[in-house]
């Protein structure tokens, strides 16, 4: 017996002698599959774009069933499909566009470095600058924990260091 050859796409095997293989690949079993296959790794909005093109497969949606399948030229899906397909790639659209921003609004490392380097700088090197202002919206508000009050003069009142952390 000689090598065998198998079909990820057909979940099939058979002796491998250029002749069967080459029948095989041409087969509109396999190309069926092989199509089958890449509609699944396809994104939705590639599918969405796709089908919208297509007008409706009356075999399919006459008879419940086209032989075609995926690989059909008419469309497979209702348009209520067509409807939850094109919400989930809108879906994917808007936490796709929510993780850019967030991305965008992280500052890079560097320019908080430079920040603080400019402000050491500038400033008397007696006095602690930080380099970070306290957000306004914050200075106003009463519900806000203890380590988030903007620390002011008058909230020191206990000097004694050798007292603290006991
Ligand atoms: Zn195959
Ligand atoms: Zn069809």
């Known amino acids: 017996m000689g090598r065998r050859y198998y079909c990820e796409y057909c979940d099939k095997t058979f002796i491998d002698v250029l002749e069967a293989r080459k029948k095989h690949l041409q087969s509109a079993h396999h190309i ?8 699944q790794c396809k994104e939705p909005a590639v599918i969405l774009r796709e089908e919208l093109l297509k007008t409706p497969c009356r075999r399919f949606f006459q008879h419940g069933s086209c032989q075609f399948e995926g690989n059909c030229k008419y469309t497979h899906y209702s348009p209520e499909q067509l409807c939850e ?9 808007i936490s796709r566009q929510r993780k850019e921003d967030a991305q965008k609004q992280i500052p890079l490392l560097e320019s908080w470095l ?21 957000p306004e919206m ?11 009050i903007k620390f002011r003069p008058e909230h020191f009142h206990d000097d004694n260091f050798e007292e603290w952390g006991k």
């Open 32 to 39: 069926k599959q092989k199509n089958l296959h890449y509609e």
């Open 85 to 93: 397909l094109r919400q989930r790639v809108e879906q994917m659209e």
């Open 114 to 134: 430079e920040k603080y380097e400019r402000s050491i700088k500038k400033t008397d090197s007696q006095i602690v600058h930080t380099p970070w202002t306290y």
């Open 138 to 148: 914050l200075e106003y508000r009463s519900d806000l924990p203890a380590s988030l």
